[in-house]
């Protein structure tokens, strides 16, 4: 069992930066492959990037593609996002998921969310 918990939402103007954190708790933890998604309303949630368990590999969809970093702290059991240029069109509830495998394709855990919203 995993507990996940996001942290480091808010409001941001547009071209701003914020660094999103998600604390993992659990025996396990370091164990898991994790992920960040996001819900805008009225949208599907959508994954925005992925971070093996070993942290060497990396995935990130198109929209967020060379303006987003995911990382994980092992040691901590934390998996970071580091968002920058931010854009209108990024404001959402921000979610971070794990899965007890290399990379992450079905998340079995998630966090409660944090709000991200960027102002024009």
């Known amino acids: 069992q995993v507990q996940l918990v996001e942290s480091g939402g808010g409001l941001v103007q547009a071209g701003g930066s914020l660094r999103l954190s998600c604390a993992a708790s659990?025996?396990?933890?370091?164990?898991?492959?994790m992920g960040w998604f996001r819900q805008a309303p009225g949208k599907e949630r959508e994954l925005l990037a992925r971070i093996s368990r070993s942290g060497g590999r990396t995935y990130y969809t198109d929209s967020v593609k060379g303006r987003f970093t995911i990382s994980r702290d092992s040691a901590k059991n934390t998996v970071y996002v580091q968002m920058n240029s931010l854009k209108p069109e990024d404001t959402a509830v921000y979610y971070c998921?794990?899965?007890?495998?290399?990379?992450?394709?079905?998340?079995?855990?998630w966090g409660q969310g944090t709000q991200v919203t960027v102002s024009s």
């Open positions: 998921a794990a899965e007890d495998s290399e990379f992450l394709y079905s998340p079995k855990y």
């Open positions: 659990g025996r396990t933890a370091a164990l898991y492959a």
